[in-house]
């Protein structure tokens, strides 16, 4: 999923040189990931808040902390192409 919003909002912005159309990309791709990761966290939020009165232990929970967890990791994608296009090259 993060792949797919840098893919669309982001990749075709960053290849150009123009840099009000990289800012105006950026800030939309970060509306659009942040807006992500919150409805990523409130479903976790909802599958611990359901699932904790009925299970011992601990991992049950790995589920909602991979989803978080699995949501960021791929951000650095779209981090490393932003940075690298800061630079210019």
Known sequence: MQYGIFHRLLRGPLLTNDEAQVR????RWL????AWQ???????AGYVAVLSST????????PAIGAVFGTAI?????????LRA???S
Do not use: D
């Open 38 to 44: 919150a409805v990523v966290l409130v479903v976790s």
């Open 86 to 88: 800061s630079r210019g």
């Open 74 to 82: 791929p951000l650095q994608v779209a981090v490393f192409a932003i």
């Open 55 to 62: 299970h011992t232990g601990y991992a049950w929970v790995a």
């Open 24 to 27: 105006a990309a950026v800030r």
């Open 31 to 34: 509306k659009v990931v942040l």
